[in-house]
């Protein structure tokens, strides 16, 4: 399997990182594209607490770097971004992704592997799976708590299965890195990393109601949730992205001012 040729897009370099310019539609005909043509494609999504681990973690930035295709997962993101001069014309949340390519794929008979979380979760992903989508072959499954010296024997695993699909629930920096490192070796032409999105999908965890995704809240809800967990978290990491944002922005009017 080939890997999936450059695109004509709009690929924007901010924050240390790289966005392409695509609408959720544009996102689904790629991959739809990658099966049908049997090549590899390679999915990363950035959100705003993504991007400032990224600064710190050069193996997560590597990973995401190499990904064929990055979006923008965060509303943060898209704002910021725009801010700072960048045409991302839309949010592609990672969740909405995965959704959607399950939906397209129950509609062209492609087959999924689902790959992390708890085998109890698992089992909940998959059961609402062929509630949902009753059109998609499931591959196989599998929980994401292995050792990483394992890596080479799940790779194998889910090329056996024949997959079209590979959707990874598993935490950052872990998922990126297994992409990096072994999405070729899955023989999946279309490879998302899909992070907490088995969690919600078999009902362990809410997500926000619309109008808050559509305010760039989501955070805000999920850390409601899990308070004790997620607020130092969030409260960090949203910090320390406001404070680059602040920094991008003073750098774009500075240069601005130079050459006028």
């Known amino acids: 399997m080939t890997r999936l040729p450059e695109q004509q897009t709009c690929r924007k370099t901010v924050f240390g990182t790289v966005l392409d310019a695509l609408t959720m539609s544009q996102v689904i005909e790629r991959c739809v594209a990658a099966v049908a043509e049997r090549r590899r494609l390679t999915i990363g999504v950035v959100n705003a607490a993504k991007i400032v681990n990224m600064r710190g973690d050069a193996a997560l930035r590597q990973s995401v770097l190499d990904s064929d295709l990055v979006v923008a997962d965060g509303q943060a993101v898209v704002w910021a971004a725009r801010m ?10 990672g969740i909405d992704l995965f959704t959607e390519l399950m939906a397209e794929g129950a509609r062209r008979g492609h087959r999924a592997y689902f790959l992390g979380a708890t085998e109890e979760v698992l089992a909940g992903v998959l059961a609402e799976v062929r509630r949902r989508y009753p059109g998609l072959a499931i591959a196989g499954s599998r929980d994401g708590y ?4 394992d890596s080479a024997e799940v790779a194998a695993e889910i090329a056996a299965s024949g997959a079209d699909l590979l959707f990874l629930g598993i935490t950052s920096p872990k998922k990126e890195i297994f992409i990096r490192e072994w999405g070729e070796s899955t023989g999946a032409c279309v490879v998302h990393g899909v992070g907490g999105s088995f969690d919600v999908l078999a009902g362990r965890t809410r997500r926000a109601p619309v109008r808050w995704q559509r305010l760039g809240l989501e955070w805000l809800y999920r850390m409601l949730q899990e308070p004790l967990r997620l607020g130092p978290r969030y409260v960090r990491t949203n910090g320390r992205f406001l404070l680059l944002v602040v920094r991008e922005w003073a750098g774009v009017r500075r240069r601005i001012e130079e050459t006028t």
């Open 146 to 149: 292995f050792p990483v010296e």
């Open 84 to 93: 700072l001069g960048h045409r991302i014309p839309e949010r592609v949340a």
